[in-house]
Every structure is written in C-alpha cells, then in structure tokens.
C-alpha cells in the first residue's frame, strides 16, 4: 500500500483548555486566565501572554508577572464537555470527525472538497457553521498527513496537495512537540529533552530533522523520535499498513438500570477498556483510533472517534471514554443532552496495528495471554538455573554510562538504585554510548608528533589529540574531539587509605579525578568509508581507557 498521507482538513480552537475553564467560570473574554497543571501553566489566554506569562512557567512566577491572573485547575473532563458542541457543529457539515484532542478535530479532505466545491470553501463553511452554532474561535488548516494539517491550522495555512514536506522544512525543530499530547506517558515526557538534544545537535528545522536516516533515528534516539522524525518529512506518524479490526473485538455492556451519571458509567468503561486490550493483546494488535458508542433508552444513536499517535493503553481507554461520556452527559450542545439514559456502551477498535512492529519494550508489549506465557517461562527458567539466571535491565543515575543500568532478578522490584531525574555533575550528556563495554578497552591518544596526550594540573589535555590506538591496533586519525570533562569523586578513598595514585608526568591530577574525553575517528577504506566512529575516552591514574563507543 502507499505511504501518501490522506489529506485532511483540522479545526483548531487555540488555548483550548483556558477557554473552557472561562466558559465554565463565566469569565469576560478579555479577563486573564491561566490552567495550572502540577503547579505550572498547561494554557493561558492572549491578555495573559500580554502580561509575560507563558506555557511550562511555575504558578508563582504567572501570577508575579499578572498579579490580577485567574488561576483554574486542569480537569480534561471539562475541555471535553464544552468541546462537545464544536465536534457536533463540523459534524453537521462532515462526516469522519475524529477527536485528536479537546480543541483539536480533523476530517477527511476529500469528501467535503466534492461537496462544497473545494478545500479552501469547505474550512470558509466549518469557520462560519462553529461561529454560528458556539461562538468559538477557531482556524483551519489542510495539508497531507496529520501533523501538516495541524501545524497548518495553527498557521491558517492551505497546502497544496504535496506540499507538506516543503511547508515543513523551515519550521522551527520545536513544533514536534505538538505530537506530545498524543503520545504515551513517557514518550510524550521525552519530547522536551528529544528538542533540546536536537538543538544541542545543531538540528534547528522540521527539514533538518527530516533529513536524517530514519536507521540512525531509530537506533540512537528510539521509537518516539521515529515517529517524530516521519512527522516531519511529511508522512504519516505510521506507515500506512492499518488492519480492519475483526468483528469479534467490539466490546459492549448492557446498562440495567440506564446510566445518566459519569461517575457511574466510568466504572463500567474501566471494565470495557480492560476487555477490549485483553482481546486486543491476545491477537498481538493495538489500538491507535478508538470508536466510543452509547444508546439510550429512547434509540438515540450516540458515536464518537477518538485518534491517538501512540497506542492506547487500558488507563488512556478508560479516560477517553469517561470524558466522552462526560460531555455527552453534561456537555452543552445546542442539541441538548440525551433525553433518556444510557442503556448500552460499546468500544470499537477502528484502526489497529501490530504490536509487534511498535517497538515496544518487552515488558511493555507483553499483554494477555503472551505475557502470562512468558512470565511462566522465565519463572521455570529461574527454577532451574536460580533467581539470577533471569535478569531485567533497570535505568538509574550516575555519571558513568555503566552506572546507568543495573540488573535485578526477573520478578523483582523495577526500581533504580539512584534516582535519574537529578542533576548529575560530570554526566555525559545524550545521546548515551551505543556500546558500553563491560571492561574498558586500554587506549593510547596521541599528539601531533606522536607523543602521548596526558592531562596536566589544571585538568586539561597537554596537546590537541590526533591520533587514537585502541588495544594495540591500528592507529586512526582523530576527526574531531569535545572536552575535556572532569569528574573528581570518592577523592575522600585515598586519603584515608594513605595513597597517592599514579599522575601523568609533571601534573598534579587528583588521584580519583577522571577525564572523559569525545572523539570521532576518521572512517577507513576498510570500514566502508563513510560510517563514521566515536568514542569516549576515560583518563584514569595516567592512562586512557575507551568506556564507550558510538555507532
């Protein structure tokens, strides 16, 4: 099948999390108002960005700059209640809605186009049909693929068809974050650090990052990045290879008495949402658009469509659904609510895909019956061979890439020994070494005239390395270098113990302190001739050691 992106038209209701807080507060239009998030601004409006506040600033620090700032709390179930009458007004006018996010809706391009005579007259008719029908703000934009039309809607933008990729190219590296909020939990925490390691990487475009191979993005910055990096050249988020779920997936619950309170039907969507991934997870697929359905007492027909860039997990299903069911409840459509309650609910999968080409972890993929399988197969492995025949890599902190990652027995605690979050003076900052080997490697880095390169008192290097031997092989030619970074820990250990350590001639280097150093080495004939290798050097008690290599 082809990679063409669908071309879709996406409505956007700027700030939409502080509109419906106003909405709901009663607010006037030009009052300053801010939702607060873990104490920090998830939204605010334009005569609060007037005043300097900005999304990501501690509470503190809004209201310091607006001193008169309305202060709201996040609540997603209400972004959804009072979205509710936007998605009913572009349903009136076209079919396929689907919910990207509350504030955030996107079409099919195609039909609409045929309907109205053009793209460009359809988003002039949705612009007019939310103004008249909710008052509501909105732009529109439409491009090939999803995240184009987005940024295209957050620009006002009409693309021609096969112009995302160029419309792309010169936005700043920063606009992959609007794929956050679509992600998983910790995906979407990694976007943030993703930017800023791009930045740091002299990647400042959308075009740049495209540019890249999508191998090297896959193995040095992980799934997230992949999808992002598709993102931007233009594609969808996926390659196209959807599955039409088999009929047997749909999960429904027969509502005796009908529901006509959230709080009641959230129980039921937890039991719905669990059902449907222990089916989805037996079959090895995932959900990535979710079908929400509901009947009440009097026939009326009640479906919305949920889309999600990462899979969905049972937790984002069982929320999704109670904030459906919220503003179905309690939204304020011009329709009105349902006129009876709820007396069915059923969840649909309309699009899933392999779980097995979600390059998923392990741990994470495993669900349904394969993770109990495999449970049971590494617990007889254990069985036969002890507890530490079967080890789980855990990520924690530390300055050294091998402190990173410990292992722990199969069913223990997954639990870092030190925290990763907190700053780590001297850490090497990412992308981590591809190759961390158990042992370093013994080095010898040379100067120009052939002398070893040692590290004098101030902690520096006594001459630019050109050349690097690696365990008495061949010397290679040094291509570049960055550093020296040193590291002084545990000095307290020869003190006490009396010893001085072995320095370099004529230095005064503490004996703990350690020297990383970066280099890249000029490729080989050998070697292919373009794949370049780097590695990181460790000066320690006057000799080098390579403590990691990238590829």
């Known amino acids: 099948m082809s990679d063409v992106p669908a071309r879709r038209i996406v409505v956007w209701c700027p700030d939409w999390p502080v509109v419906a807080a106003s909405r709901a507060a009663e607010l006037e239009p030009l009052v300053p108002a801010a939702v607060f998030a873990a104490n920090r601004v998830v939204a605010c409006s334009a005569t609060a960005r007037e005043s300097g506040v900005r999304r990501g600033m501690r509470r503190r620090e809004a209201q310091g700059r607006c001193p008169e700032l309305v202060v709201c709390e996040h609540d997603p179930?209400?972004?959804?209640?009072?979205?509710e009458p936007v998605v009913i007004a572009v349903e009136e006018l076209v079919p396929g809605v689907e919910v990207v996010r509350p504030g955030l809706?996107?079409?099919?391009?195609?039909?609409?186009?045929?309907?109205?005579?053009?793209?460009?007259?359809?988003?002039?008719?949705?612009?007019?049909?939310?103004?008249?029908?909710?008052?509501?703000?909105?732009?529109?934009?439409?491009?090939?693929?999803?995240?184009?039309?987005?940024?295209?809607?957050?620009?006002?933008?009409?693309?021609?068809?096969?112009?995302s990729r160029e419309f792309l190219a010169p936005l700043p590296i920063e606009e992959i974050e609007q794929l956050a909020d679509r992600l998983g939990q910790k995906q979407a925490a990694a976007q943030p650090e993703l930017v800023d390691l791009l930045r740091r990487l002299g990647i400042g475009t959308l075009g740049e990052f495209a540019a890249l191979g999508s191998s090297d993005?896959?193995?040095?910055?992980?799934?997230?990045?992949?999808?992002?990096?598709?993102?931007?050249?233009?594609?969808?988020?996926?390659?196209?290879?959807?599955?039409?779920?088999?009929?047997?997936?749909?999960?429904?619950?027969?509502?005796d008495p009908p529901v006509d309170r959230v709080d009641r039907a959230a129980f039921v969507a937890k039991v719905l949402a669990d059902e449907l991934h222990a089916k989805l997870g037996d079959l090895g697929l995932a959900c990535t658009r979710l079908g929400i359905s509901a009947r009440t007492g009097n026939g009326e027909e009640l479906h919305r469509v949920w889309r999600c860039a990462e899979p969905l997990t049972p937790a984002a299903t069982a929320d999704r659904v109670r904030w459906?069911?919220?503003?179905?409840?309690?939204?304020?459509?011009?329709?009105?609510?349902?006129?009876?309650?709820?007396?069915?609910l059923s969840l649909r999968p309309e699009e899933v895909v392999g779980?097995?080409?979600?390059?998923?972890?392990?741990?994470?993929?495993?669900?349904?019956?394969?993770?109990?399988?495999?449970?049971?197969?590494?617990?007889?492995?254990?069985?036969?061979?002890?507890?530490?025949?079967?080890?789980?890599?855990?990520?924690?902190?530390?300055?050294?890439?091998r402190d990173q990652v410990r292992f722990v027995p199969w069913g223990d605690e997954r639990r870092a020994a030190l925290p990763v979050e907190p700053p780590w003076p001297g850490r090497i900052p990412a992308p981590s070494p591809t190759v961390v080997p158990g042992d370093p490697w013994p080095a010898r880095v040379l100067d120009a005239s052939g002398e070893p390169v040692w590290i004098t008192g101030r902690l520096g290097l006594s001459a630019a390395p050109q050349t690097v031997e690696v365990?008495?092989?061949?010397?290679?030619?040094?291509?570049?270098?960055?550093?020296?970074?040193?590291?002084?820990e545990r000095w307290w250990v020869d003190l006490l113990a009396g010893g001085s350590g072995q320095t370099a001639p004529?230095?005064?280097?503490?004996?703990?302190?350690?020297?990383?150093?970066?280099?890249?080495?000029?490729?080989?004939?050998?070697?292919?001739?373009?794949?370049?290798?780097?590695?990181?050097?460790v000066h320690e008690r006057g000799d080098w050691w390579v403590q990691g290599a990238y590829r």
């Not at 010397?475 to 590291?487: D, H, I, K, L, Y």
């Not at 990383?516 to 050097?537: F, K, Y």
Request: charge should be neutral; include cysteine.
């Open 217 to 255: 993005v896959a193995t040095r910055f992980g799934p997230a990045a992949l999808l992002a990096h598709r993102a931007a050249g233009g594609q969808e988020e996926r390659p196209v290879k959807r599955r039409r779920p088999p009929p047997e997936l749909v999960v429904t619950e027969e509502l």
């Open 77 to 83: 179930a209400r972004d959804v209640r009072f979205f």
């Open 324 to 344: 459906q069911l919220d503003g179905w409840l309690n939204g304020r459509s011009r329709k009105g609510k349902p006129t009876a309650g709820l007396d069915e």
């Open 506 to 537: 004529d230095s005064q280097v503490p004996p703990r302190a350690l020297v990383r150093l970066q280099v890249v080495l000029v490729p080989e004939a050998l070697d292919g001739g373009s794949d370049e290798v780097a590695l990181l050097l």
């Open 105 to 163: 809706v996107a079409v099919p391009a195609r039909g609409p186009a045929r309907y109205f005579g053009g793209e460009e007259v359809a988003a002039e008719k949705l612009v007019d049909e939310i103004d008249a029908q909710t008052g509501v703000e909105c732009r529109i934009g439409v491009a090939d693929g999803l995240f184009a039309a987005i940024l295209a809607a957050r620009h006002a933008r009409h693309v021609e068809p096969g112009g």
């Open 471 to 488: 365990g008495g092989g061949r010397s290679r030619a040094v291509a570049g270098w960055a550093g020296p970074w040193p590291v002084t």
């Open 355 to 401: 779980a097995g080409g979600l390059q998923l972890d392990l741990l994470s993929a495993a669900t349904g019956e394969a993770a109990a399988r495999a449970g049971r197969a590494f617990a007889r492995v254990q069985g036969m061979l002890g507890p530490e025949a079967v080890l789980t890599g855990v990520l924690g902190g530390g300055r050294d890439p």
